[in-house]
């Protein structure tokens, strides 16, 4: 033990026990240094021994362990095709894929199915699969085409596999013939180029009715025109095998045969869509469209003559003069409205409408019978304003009130505040009230009683008896139709052009949807009163167009003048008008229901027109609102121009 403490170099002999030593040296309480030098010269030769071990561990593990890490690829990939008859082919793959460590389903094989043919047709490759067949692995498929490429997804998706697995498909093509003078040819993407993963060898047989005289083959990435490496002709069979192909990189091969063997090989081409195409002006086409359309139009004009015109009776009706009945018995000129009718009636009578115009010209005639008055706002040259004063009921000639009178009048003043205008109105009679509600035309806001006096003008229109039905309601049913017609025609039209020609078909049903619902304004039809009356209406209103009014008024008669401006806003005279009466009005006169500080002229009855107008029109508009691709084009020859990549087929796959 004495030696041991000494160092007497024993321990070299036993490199092993170094640690325990240095170990027990340190519990002996032998100088830390010392026992550090003995690990930094020992420690490098017990880490070489510990590297060696792991070394030895891993080249002495089994080969089929690095296995488990390798990547997935194909390691065979075997097509034969088979040319028939009839020019389809025949074609059998067998793909052996190794899924490598990874948990797949199956694989997927894409095959084009479609390819551009030149600048207006696309050539097709119609395909049937026949059989997916599998000794180890699932083998339940789905095939998906979108049109461009037949996709054939294969495998079970409620089952995981790895490892090497073996499929076989079997599908037939049809147009993949091309057709030359001297020989028919099969140029064909065997492989494709669009597998992800290496392929270990490809083989390829081309089989006819008869021998082969001619084969190529191109192997390596797209566009590549390096020869196969083995390959010819044997027993009049083509055959060719490429070994080490990449990812992406695959087999085209060119076979021909004698011309004329098989069914004669033509492409499959189908035409593209065009905007052109769709609205071809051929001439079976413009004939069947031009018949629709003449077919349309002579019902359409029954419709309007027989149905829905002025009943006009071979005899007055009851109560009515001749003139109903085709004579005319009636002055040239009418002077004022028949029968009273106010301006509002008048319009709805004329044009079947309650516009923004009868609605103004109700404004202003409510007006001149004295139930408000209007106001020039002062201070606003620029942009001058109305202002609207209500007044009591009226004392003299104002008559009673309709019912789309009184909406009117009480929607005008709903919202406007009670004030004082002691200063600019003056009561109507002694019983009537100093304070008075006013409002400007540039903030009324009535969209709920502009709707109901409309509503109340159709009514009472109806109500009268003048149209056979409300107008109203007879153009919302011809608009109804029409907008049914018209989207019903314009779907059609969609999913014929689509189809690919036919698109003008359909264009006299789009046609014949929006004449109805432009023409349903003029569908409301009016009873023989109601021409009746009309007719005199046409009359009143020529009168005031012609400005003829002062043969029928002497001078003086300002109020009668000034009263017939409503009529003349609905017949859309107003300008006429105001310039007869400002030629027969002396300049310090104006209507007592106008109050201005400046005399009234042709400019400021315009204004009146014009603003009530647009305050109703703008109105009238607000509240509406609310209320993976093909290889190649493949028509060539592989024996020119070949290259690997080129010709039908192609595509590629994976796993999944």
């Known amino acids: 033990m004495a030696r041991l403490d000494e160092g007497d170099g024993s321990e070299a002999r036993c490199p092993g026990g170094s640690g325990v030593h240095a170990a027990f040296a340190v519990a002996r309480g032998e100088p830390v240094m010392r026992t550090f030098l003995r690990l930094v010269l020992l420690g490098p030769v017990v880490a070489g021994a510990i590297v060696a071990a792991a070394l030895a561990v891993i080249l002495a593990a089994p080969a089929g362990a690095g296995a488990q890490g390798s990547p997935e690829r194909i390691v065979s990939y075997d097509t034969t095709f088979t040319i028939q008859s009839d020019g389809s082919v025949l074609v059998n793959e067998q793909i052996v894929y190794d899924f490598g460590s990874d948990m797949r389903h199956g694989i997927i094989r894409e095959i084009p199915v479609r390819s551009r043919y030149n600048g207006s047709y696309d050539r097709l490759y119609p395909l049937t699969v026949r059989s997916v067949q599998s000794p180890d692995a699932p083998a339940q498929y789905k095939v998906e085409n979108n049109g461009s490429v037949a996709s054939i997804r294969i495998g079970d998706p409620g089952v995981l596999i790895t490892g090497m697995h073996t499929y076989r498909l079997t599908y037939v093509l049809r147009g993949a013939l091309n057709a030359f003078a001297s020989h028919d040819e099969l140029y064909w993407n065997a492989t494709g180029n669009q597998w992800g993963v290496p392929i270990g060898q490809a083989t390829v047989r081309v089989s006819a009715p008869v021998a082969v005289t001619r084969a190529v083959c191109f192997a390596g990435p ?175 000639q104002g008559g009673y009130l309709l019912d789309y009178e009184r909406i009117l009048l009480d929607g005008l003043f709903e919202d406007a505040a009670q004030e004082s205008t002691d200063a600019v109105a003056e009561p109507r009679d002694a019983g009537a009230d100093s304070g008075t509600v006013s409002v400007r035309l540039s903030s009324l806001s009535m969209g709920w009683s502009l709707r109901q006096v409309r509503n109340a003008l159709y009514a009472d229109a109806a109500g009268l008896g003048w149209f056979t039905g409300r107008p109203d309601r007879v153009r919302r049913r011809w608009r109804v139709a029409g907008w049914l017609v018209f989207v019903i025609s314009v779907l059609l039209l969609l999913l014929v052009a689509i189809g690919g020609d036919g698109g003008l078909l359909p264009i006299p049903l789009v046609l014949a949807g929006l004449a109805m619902i432009v023409g349903a304004r003029w569908m409301p039809v009016r009873t023989a009163k109601g021409k009746y009356l009309a007719a005199r209406l046409r009359r009143f209103r020529d009168h005031i167009r012609a400005a003829a009014v002062s043969q029928a008024h002497p001078a003086g008669h300002d109020d009668v003048l000034f009263g017939y401006l409503p009529y003349a806003i609905v017949f859309r005279c107003t300008d006429d008008w105001a310039t007869v009466t400002a030629a027969l009005t002396e300049a310090d006169q104006t209507p007592s229901w106008y109050r201005s500080s400046r005399p009234l002229g042709v400019g400021d009855m315009a204004l009146l027109a014009r603003s009530a107008y647009f305050f109703t029109y703008h109105h009238a508009a607000a509240h509406s609102v609310t209320t993976w691709s093909p290889t190649s084009a493949s028509g060539g020859s592989g024996f020119s121009g070949g290259f690997s990549g080129g010709g039908g087929g192609g595509g590629g796959g994976g796993s999944w």
């Open 222 to 396: 797209r566009g590549s025109t390096s020869s196969c490496q083995q390959g010819g002709i044997t027993d009049g069979v083509a055959h060719f095998t490429q070994a080490g192909l990449g990812p992406h990189e695959g087999v085209t091969v060119a076979v021909a045969i004698p011309a004329g063997v098989v069914v004669p090989a033509r492409p499959v081409l189908q035409e593209r869509w065009s905007f052109q195409r769709a609205f071809a002006a051929t001439p079976d086409m413009l004939g069947v469209s031009g018949g629709l359309l003449l077919i349309l139009v002579i019902a359409g004009a029954v419709i309007v003559l027989v149905k829905h015109r002025d009943r006009r009776p071979p005899v007055p009706a009851a109560g009515l003069p001749w003139e109903t009945a085709g004579g005319s018995d009636q002055p040239a000129i009418e002077a004022g409205p028949p029968e009273g009718l106010r301006p509002a009636q008048a319009g709805v009578l004329l044009t079947g409408l309650a516009g923004s115009r009868e609605i103004t010209g109700t404004i202003v005639d409510l007006a001149v019978r004295g139930y408000l008055r209007i106001e020039d706002v002062p201070g606003a040259a620029a942009s001058r304003d109305l202002q609207l004063v209500r007044l009591g009921e009226p004392s003299g």
